[in-house]
């Protein structure tokens, strides 16, 4: 078949293949919407990126070309196609049911949310232009018309009901919308930061004898947490209570968070499951398609024996395009009604519904020094990305095997957090502060390395992200001993995730975050190892330095006899040396271990105590990340980014350093003030 044969067979086929590809798209999704809270390949998550896009385009091409159809008159005239007629009335109705889209992908990304007048004004022109297609091919002379009426009517207001419900759900979980339907902040009987300290300091000390209900935590709203929102003192005093008590219930907490933000960010599942509106919804969506469907094969059925019966009257039989319409209204009846039906079931139910309170218990990894060995074992490959520009995304898609030993971290984070109240760390809202700007001085103090070690911490925090994760990976590989094996993996695995954040997502590391320190970091290292290989001549090769232990080795070395060594370099270098300098064996084997971990789970909580809520639940539509878990942890008794922005003791804190410091006062009309 030539090119002109291909362009006549499209042209005769090309409205049976849009609609099919967009029942296949709607059937994908329908089914891949429950794999994004799972951990799920990257291929696969583009896949569902493209399908979510591509589907409402199939849907609308499908309208335009029923739209000229019936502008053409060719098939609603004609005697011989009035089964194609009766077929292909149902088609817009139903594809405006997929323009709807699926429950459990309303949104790929959060940003469609704030899109949701764009989508009123598609489904406003979609719904005009199936009226019109409805009003022009609508069948006539057919015995059974006024049933196949009530049908098509039936499927059409349906359709309308779905497409313009798209817009509506996603307007209700728009930032907007979330920050307008949240609750007035009670205040209850505590209304004040320094109250709350007080009390908590109180109930830790041992100095009150409440017994927590853990069924108060049902009604914790974790969506506030999301837009910013910091809760009232005495919901966060009695979280708390709570999780500092209970360890597994707070990993459990962030779970279900988690989850249950996903649901209501990215699908149109809602919290309030009695909600009038989200009822009728639920048994229009069930009811209608199961309905029409049934009906309009009892239809079809009548119709061929009908035919069969007036055998003279040579009207014609189109069995594609029943066939076409039996698929369509089946696979409607199941995805929009058998199927849901079945999952709101006795046992099928509680399992969903246990499903539907998990996350994924995984930790992105990414090593500086496993990017060089990967680079040196895949030359060919960096230079194919190079030279086609997609090296930046290249790197960042290419990281390691994620970690799957959340649980084990989030009882670290959780550790923390206890011993800051239990252990009379936190006395008032001075130290309440202080300890949340913790960012690995207080390990370095309580173990008594603070004068060797703190300078590695006076300077931005993503260059001691970056001055950290080098001396980690050198420790690391220089002594890793059986007994201290696991403190030592748990803290490599924070230290890549640290790198994780800082050169694939720098936003959420930080505000103003330089994912450039990664990449100068890797140059240096480059250039330090390219001139070592000149100066030992060609017999040393590149296949000796691409296994990750021993590149990191000879960068130790060569940084320790090159005096010309990059800086990042030569400070990695000497703070491993300090860090081992702790390692003397005996007792105080693992004090180095301590030491690192420590400093890695403060960072990892000043980290996500200043990341906005905005972008944690950016984040759930990719398949979320880590630092949400301890921002959760964080938002649940700590002090939030809303308070950090408006503190209103700035002055007075200014006044007491001024004071302290014996700086003299500017008056108060001073403009330097």
Partial sequence: MGFSGAVLWWEEWQLHVLVLMSLFLQCFLFFAGVLRKRCIPSWLRF???LAYLGSDAVAIYALAILF????????????????????????????????????????????????WKRHVVTAVSQVTVAIYVLYKSWPSGYIISAAESVVALFLFFYGIFKCIRKPWDLKKVSINSLVDSSGSKETGQINSLHVYVRSAVYYFRGGSDERINSNYMKFWNPFDAFVDLAPSYSKRLWSLKLLVRNQDAAHRLAQSALSVTFDRLYTKESLKMMDRWYCFSKVISMSVP?????????LFVLTVIFHQQEGSSGASYNHTEVTITFILLCWAAAMEGIIPFALRTASIHEWFKKQRHRWPDQVAQYNLIGYLARDKRHPWLKKLATRLGCKDLLDQLWSMEPSKSSPDLTKLIHGYIARGWTEHHITDTPTYRAFNDNRGQWTLGREGCAGSLEWSLRRPFDESVVLWHLATDLCFHHTVTPSSHEAARRCREMSNYMAYLLFVKPDMLMTGARRSLFRAACEDIQGLLNEDLEQDGPETTLLDLDDEKELTLNIAQRAMITNNAP???????????????????????GKMWRVIQGVWVEMLCFSAGRCRGYLHAKSLGSGGEYLSYVWLLLYMGMETLTEKMQRTELHEDRMAVGLSSGAPMAAAGDENV
């Fill in 290 to 298: 199961m309905t029409c469907a049934i009906i309009q094969m009892l």
């Fill in 68 to 115: 000229n159809s019936t502008k053409k008159q060719e098939w609603a005239v004609s005697t011989h196609h009035r089964s194609s007629a009766s077929s292909r009335v149902l088609w817009a109705p139903i594809l405006l049911v997929h323009l709807g889209g699926q429950d459990g992908i309303t949104a790929y990304n959060i940003e469609d949310n704030e899109l």
């Fill in 47 to 49: 896949l569902i990126w």
């Fill in 567 to 589: 800086h990042i370099v030569h400070e990695a270098r000497w703070l491993s040396t300090c860090l081992m300098a702790l390692h003397n064996g005996g007792d105080d084997e």
